[in-house]
């Protein structure tokens, strides 16, 4: 078997950490698989390659372009990843993920005939976007979200941790009711949770390689798509007298990007601040929203005298506004911990090209 899988979803519904789980989860119980992450940012090692590596999992990325309209590039890496003996390959998408049905499965299929099986085209989401869908209440966000629950085949609600069986058991009817095309399964990633179910979805089951119709609001999710900017930051912190916190150092971070967007109204999906130190410990911060509060899914286990950090955000402001709360926040907190920095790589564009 020499199967391929796209995972779309909304930022921060937890595609990364779904891959890394269900590569390890599919690795020990079943044949080898691998992830790919793909993100618009340039150059190397960004954050959920970085993270996926420090927690172990088979994984690579594809960065700087979309595998959308990279073919080339991604059957390279499937194929490289088939001949390692992997029998299963998931790779998620950057952006909001709409029409990677089109341009991914079909493209595939129509290029590579036969090359590939394709798994269930699978959409992860979340208890809280299924709250924003069921009120309806932001019009473009759940434009957005709705297109792309409309490509899926496999719909994983992620996050169950969060929330009673009862509520779980009603989302899921509510997401089978309202798209009636796609299986519903619920995991938690973090929890490890359904696991299995996912991992036999995908391996017992076939993308449709339907056409959905949501092209004719395509203008609609371009100019959506291009109020986010995307920004990427690499630095080198290094402390001039005592030892320090590091995950208080990262929360300090998130926090004070948390105020500036809370304060202009804006809103900031998701922003990872993953760190390490030599030794190897590792710690992760996340903000998923501007009145969401700051996640340590990975705390330091011990206290650091060196990091190296590695900024990632996904914000609806412009490129230039978001660059500069994120070194302002950056600059104001590494100071008061006494941090001298070297900055190696600043990258940050509006995500409407
Ligand atoms: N409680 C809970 N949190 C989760 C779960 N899965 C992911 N998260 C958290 O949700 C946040 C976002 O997860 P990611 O895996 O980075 O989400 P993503 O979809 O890859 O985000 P982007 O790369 O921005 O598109 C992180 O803080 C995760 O730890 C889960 O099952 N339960
Ligand atoms: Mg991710």
Redesign the pocket.
Known sequence: MRKFAVFS??????????MIALTQYYSQKYQKAAMISNDLGHGVDLA?HLLACFQGANASEITGECICFCHDVLTARLNSCFADGCELVVS?IPGFGVGALEHVYHGLNEEYPGQYELAPFTV?TEPGTVGILRSGADADLTHILHAQLMEADLIVL?????ISEEQKEADKAWLAGRYPQARVIA?????KEGLDELCLALREGHASLRHPDINYEEERLQSEMGSLSESYLQYRAVVCCDDFDGTAYLREMAGQVQKEFQNSGREI??L?LLAWEPEGDFGKV?L?GAGKPI?T?RPFERRCTELAVVLNA?AACPAEELERILSAAVRAVSDAYQLELYIFKSDCFGMGG
């Not at 979803?9 to 779904?18: I, N």
């Open positions: 979803g909304f930022l921060g519904s937890g595609k990364t950490t779904t959920d998620d992860l992620n996050k169950c941790d969060q995991i938690s990633a973090l929890q999906p998701h990872k996340d998923l996640e899914p996904n």
